[in-house]
């Protein structure tokens, strides 16, 4: 891009405009804000960024001699090194004083852009079809012909549902061209796949069948999700669990994007019938619809999506692949939600899954939810009874495809040296924080979704928070006797059997057999 226009514009996504460093700026915690600045600039540029040196924040030459370019010069690059990248290009300028641009680029092949989508929606609504089309491009069947892609268990094959989660990938290149999967189940092709994109797309796939809700809040809750895509067959419209889903992806502050399935099934008449009664709903609680039509649409609300107030409403069919080219285009255009300080802090992943793999050893999986993992990295591991194991990173992988380190939003298992198989549980963490702690008990602020009649002190819910999915108590409301829907109030909530890792700020989910509530940790009682 033009330098000018680039000063103009000033500082976005990847281009950053630093005045003038020098040996200070090499301190360590000053170089540690720089280098984790620098690696989500390089993040947000798919690993490249732009540093104009010389120039202040509103894009004005500082009026720095060649020497002190020269210097800051140095400093980027030793930051640069920290976040495994290097100076590709440094080109030289002067408009009423001097100033350069230097091109970094992140070493190796680990960063791609990423998202992560988890797939809601009433049972039968089309979830798993519409993914096992949408990175293959197969026509469905109407019979279940692409799901299997998803539902690869015998026992979901043989009832048509899917009943545990299942991750499908697909890809982009720089040109947003899909590359597509022959066979969504060969790891190879998935390894294959990720090495050559330059934006990949990690579903995951959620059962709707109601009986299945601890899975399909685990899929949304525990894996950080950037998006979730809430199908609704046009057919059937809206129903109680759209709804329900739907609550759960607000609550929880999750993006959505709303998909109306098996257009093929239904007149152009039914088909806005269910547009309209769905923007109504998305209306009625705070968010704004917007109908996608054409690509232009996409470029207009791509950038706003993520922040969770623009709904994108597509129209799908599997079986005359409609919607998918358009569907296509707005993942490769949505950002990722990942924000700048959650790269730089200590890292952390909720463990989702443990198994042991010949050769490999003990391997956890989960999605990164703060701060950056290498491999050979010692870590901590718990809680086990309370206190964290030292464990080692031995190596990292991410849908078959291994890697030096990872980043937020990577869907990874990491294997771990250090600790027995059968003391990990889903729920736990690993981190490299050496501060980490555990809590039974902690505050928070809830808001009830839905109750039947009251929520009084002794009420025992299941609280999911992120992977975490424990019995709990809630030991006192504050100012109050009892809750009912729509009812917000500040509560203690005490873990039943176990002590886990949780922060003030987290937010969680909590529901007993018909209530549901949605709440935000105050304080955590250590
Ligand atoms: N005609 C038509 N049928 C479809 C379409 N998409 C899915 N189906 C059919 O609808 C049925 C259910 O689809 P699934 O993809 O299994 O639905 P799901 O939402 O994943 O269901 P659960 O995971 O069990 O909640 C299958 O038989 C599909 O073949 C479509 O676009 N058009
Ligand atoms: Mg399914």
Redesign the pocket.
Request: glycine share 16%.
């Given at each position: 891009m033009d330098i000018s226009q680039i000063l103009h514009d000033g500082e976005n996504s990847n281009i950053e405009f630093k005045s003038v460093l020098n040996g200070e700026h090499l301190e360590k915690d000053r170089s540690e804000r720089l280098v984790a600045q620098m690696r989500y600039r390089l993040d947000s540029g798919n690993g490249t960024a732009y540093y104009i040196l010389g120039v202040f924040d509103n894009g004005t030459p500082c009026g720095a001699t060649s020497q002190q370019l020269e210097e800051t010069l140095d400093v980027v690059e030793t930051t640069a090194a920290e976040a495994d990248a290097r100076i590709t290009n440094v080109e030289h300028f002067n408009r009423k004083g001097e100033f350069m641009r230097v091109t970094i680029e992140r070493e190796g092949k680990d960063r791609k852009k990423h998202l992560i989508v988890g797939?809601l929606?009433?049972?039968?609504?089309?979830?798993?079809?519409?993914?096992?089309?949408l990175t293959t491009r197969i026509p469905?069947?109407?019979?279940?012909?692409?799901?299997v892609f998803?539902?690869f268990l015998p026992h979901?094959i043989e009832r048509?549902?899917?009943?545990e989660l299942s991750h499908l990938i697909y890809g982009f290149n720089q040109d947003g061209e899909t590359l597509l999967m022959r066979n969504p189940l060969d790891k190879k092709e998935m390894a294959t796949l990720i090495d050559q994109c330059y934006k990949f797309i990690s579903f995951v796939?959620?059962?709707?069948?109601a009986p299945w809700l601890r899975t399909t809040i685990r899929g949304i809750l525990g894996q950080k999700i950037d998006y979730a895509l809430l199908?609704i067959?046009a057919e059937d419209g809206i129903t109680p669990i759209t709804k329900e889903h739907l609550g759960i992806a607000f609550g929880m502050k999750y993006p959505v994007i709303a998909v109306i399935?098996?257009?093929?099934?239904v007149t152009e008449e039914e088909a806005k019938r269910v547009e309209k009664e769905l923007s109504q709903l998305v209306r009625g609680v705070g968010h704004v619809p917007y109908r996608i039509r054409e690509r232009e649409d996409i470029n207009l609300i791509a950038e706003k999506v993520g922040d969770g107030f623009v709904v994108p409403i597509l129209r799908?069919?599997?079986?005359?692949l409609e919607g998918l080219d358009l569907l296509s285009y707005l993942l490769f255009k949505l950002p990722s939600t990942a924000k700048e300080e959650e790269y730089r802090r200590p890292f952390l992943l909720y463990i989702d899954k443990v198994f042991s793999v010949k050769g490999a050893g003990i391997v956890v999986t989960g999605t990164v939810s703060e701060g950056v993992v290498k491999k050979g990295q010692d870590l901590l591991l718990g809680p086990v009874e309370g206190k964290f194991k030292k464990v080692r990173a031995l190596s990292i992988m991410q849908h078959h495809y291994l890697m030096n380190q990872a980043t937020v939003g990577d869907l990874i298992g990491i294997s771990v040296r250090g600790v027995k198989q059968e003391e990990i549980k889903r729920g736990m963490v690993v981190t490299d924080s050496p501060d980490a702690t555990a809590a039974r008990e902690f505050e928070a602020e809830v808001f009830i979704l839905n109750h039947p009649t009251r929520i009084k002190a002794g009420y025992e819910p299941i609280i999911h928070l992120r992977t975490i999915s424990e019995s709990a108590k809630f030991v006192k409301i504050y100012g109050r006797e009892f809750l009912c829907t729509g009812d917000m109030a500040r509560v203690r909530i005490e873990f039943k059997y176990h002590s886990h890792f949780i922060r003030e700020g987290d937010q969680f989910l909590f529901r007993e057999s018909r209530s549901k509530g949605i709440g935000g940790i105050t304080k955590v009682h250590i």
């Open positions: 797939t929606g009433h049972v039968d609504h089309g979830k798993s079809t519409l993914l096992g089309s469905d069947d109407g019979k279940g012909k692409t799901r998803s539902d979901e048509g549902l899917s009943a796939d959620c059962p709707g069948h199908t067959a399935t098996m257009v093929d099934k799908t069919s599997a079986i005359t």
